[in-house]
């Protein structure tokens, strides 16, 4: 007997999901006495905890001292530099990522405190999930699919109570109306990108942005301020980290042709997207296919 709409009384189901995000350059290091890294800024987020010894980082001008326990939450563009203070060598572990869940991303771009104590409530809620990834980054089988798999599970892990307890750090937040106003606009961004894929017209992306601000009711400056200092990139990134995800996504099937995705994403030729997505990558379509089809 086929089980229809009508014979199910209750059903609840995960929300569709599409995200992406990167991890670079994680590391634990031990470093001497007259250790410092010099001022610098990247356009990741990064978590830097300290694990024995003090560091002294300062951050967009201001100066905090890390004792053991204690870490930094940085934000893309934070101008930082770091050095051992008090003598003694100091251990430390760092991790730069960058995400583009929108709620996520919104969280992050918003918390307004870098430096959180050993007994901090964010240092409390991913320590463990920290704990697990500085264990596996010493494992030398970390190349390995499983140890991979493990990994991916404590980098979420890792994102679930930043996340949680930055949304109860920022309840009460200013910049609610900004925010509103910056999420209808990456949500209007995100559906010109879905609308491309299945088939719609595909404006170019400075056309997409002004018709959009002009939706919102906002000039191009207002729409670019606004959305930078929400999402910590401009509407214009966004919608390339956009593409570049649905590009991905289309191109892991087998059976779409590089020129049938080309056309879908709106470009009018492949050529054309190909180049577009070597700039993303630093590989071409088909050598990104290649990796999940022989």
């Given at each position: 007997?086929?089980?229809t709409?009508?014979?199910?009384?209750?059903?609840?189901?995960?929300?569709d999901?599409?995200?992406?995000?990167?991890?670079f350059?994680a590391?634990?290091?031990?470093?001497?006495?007259?250790?410092?890294?010099?001022l610098h800024?990247?356009?990741?987020?990064?978590?830097?905890?300290v694990?024995?010894?003090?560091?002294?980082?300062t951050?967009?001008?201001?100066a905090?001292?890390?004792?053991?326990?204690?870490?930094?939450?940085?934000?893309?563009?934070?101008?930082h530099?770091?050095?051992?203070?008090?003598?003694?060598e100091?251990t430390?572990?760092?991790l730069h990522?960058?995400?583009?869940?929108?709620?996520?991303?919104?969280?992050?771009?918003r918390?307004?405190?870098?430096f959180?104590?050993?007994?901090s409530?964010?240092?409390?809620?991913?320590?463990?999930?920290l704990?697990?990834i500085?264990?596996?980054?010493?494992k030398e089988?970390?190349?390995?699919?499983?140890?991979r798999?493990?990994i991916?599970?404590a980098?979420?892990?890792?994102?679930?109570?930043?996340?949680?307890?930055?949304?109860?750090?920022?309840?009460?937040?200013?910049?609610?109306?900004?925010?509103?106003?910056?999420s209808?606009?990456?949500?209007?961004?995100?559906?010109a990108?879905?609308n491309?894929?299945?088939?719609?017209?595909?404006?170019?992306?400075?056309?997409?942005i002004?018709?959009?601000?002009?939706?919102?009711?906002?000039?191009?400056?207002?729409?670019?301020?606004?959305?930078?200092h929400?999402?910590?990139?401009s509407?214009r990134?966004?919608?390339?980290t956009?593409m570049l995800k649905?590009?991905?996504?289309?191109?892991?099937d087998?059976?779409a042709?590089?020129?049938?995705?080309?056309?879908?994403?709106?470009?009018?030729?492949?050529?054309?997207?190909s180049?577009?997505?070597k700039?993303?990558?630093?590989?071409?379509?088909?050598?990104f296919?290649?990796?999940?089809?022989?």
């Amino acid at each position: 007997m086929s089980t229809t709409f009508e014979t199910v009384r209750k059903e609840f189901m995960l929300p569709d999901m599409e995200s992406t995000f990167r991890v670079f350059a994680a590391h634990w290091r031990t470093v001497d006495r007259d250790w410092n890294y010099p001022l610098h800024k990247h356009p990741l987020f990064e978590v830097n905890l300290v694990l024995s010894g003090v560091q002294e980082m300062t951050v967009n001008g201001l100066a905090y001292r890390q004792n053991p326990g204690d870490l930094m939450l940085l934000g893309p563009g934070d101008n930082h530099e770091s050095k051992v203070i008090e003598g003694g060598e100091m251990t430390y572990y760092c991790l730069h990522f960058d995400v583009d869940e929108r709620s996520f991303r919104e969280l992050l771009i918003r918390n307004s405190h870098c430096f959180h104590e050993s007994g901090s409530e964010l240092a409390i809620a991913i320590k463990p999930a920290l704990d697990k990834i500085m264990a596996l980054t010493s494992k030398e089988a970390a190349g390995r699919v499983e140890s991979r798999m493990s990994i991916l599970s404590a980098l979420f892990e890792l994102f679930a109570g930043l996340s949680g307890t930055l949304s109860e750090l920022n309840r009460n937040s200013a910049g609610v109306r900004k925010s509103a106003a910056a999420s209808q606009i990456a949500l209007m961004l995100e559906q010109a990108v879905e609308n491309a894929a299945n088939g719609g017209e595909k404006d170019s992306e400075l056309d997409t942005i002004r018709s959009i601000a002009e939706a919102v009711g906002y000039s191009m400056s207002s729409v670019n301020r606004m959305f930078t200092h929400v999402y910590g990139v401009s509407p214009r990134q966004y919608l390339s980290t956009l593409m570049l995800k649905k590009a991905k996504l289309l191109l892991m099937d087998p059976d779409a042709s590089v020129e049938s995705i080309s056309a879908k994403l709106g470009y009018h030729n492949m050529a054309h997207f190909s180049r577009q997505f070597k700039r993303w990558t630093g590989e071409s379509p088909s050598s990104f296919r290649g990796r999940f089809h022989d």
